[in-house]
């Protein structure tokens, strides 16, 4: 099992920053990533890092403005988001596997946490 406690989210206006933090407890996981949900949408994967290599994912709607990076000693995951946008509104969930795939697919990742939410007001 592993548990997942996310903070950070919050109301931000366009053009500004947040920071979101993952931290982890349990058992050792091949991967870590950051996912979003907007009303209507599905749940899609905006930054991954895989805790075997390093490897990192981001969606081509937040490259160059999000940045993902992983803190072992602490066992946290962190996401950077600058220069937001309308439409990064969302709930933000951080979430962890252990076996292999595609970095970033939310349907291959076994637990999430509880959500975080977003908001960036134009």
């Known amino acids: 099992q592993v548990q997942l406690v996310e903070s950070g989210g919050g109301l931000v206006q366009a053009g500004g920053s947040l920071r979101l933090s993952c931290t982890a407890s349990?058992?050792?996981?091949?991967?870590v990533g950051w996912f979003r949900q907007a009303p209507g949408k599905e749940r899609e994967g905006v930054s991954c890092?895989?805790?075997?290599?390093?490897?990192?994912y981001y969606a081509d709607s937040v490259k160059g403005r999000f940045t993902i990076s992983r803190d072992n000693a602490k066992n946290t995951v962190d996401l950077q988001m600058n220069s937001l946008k309308a439409e990064d509104t969302a709930v933000y969930y951080c979430a962890t596997r252990i076996g292999r795939g595609r970095l970033c697919n939310p349907y291959e990742y076994d637990w999430w946490g509880q959500g975080t939410q977003v908001t960036v007001s134009s």
């Open positions: 890092i895989s805790s075997v290599d390093g490897r990192q």
């Open positions: 349990g058992r050792a996981v091949r991967s």
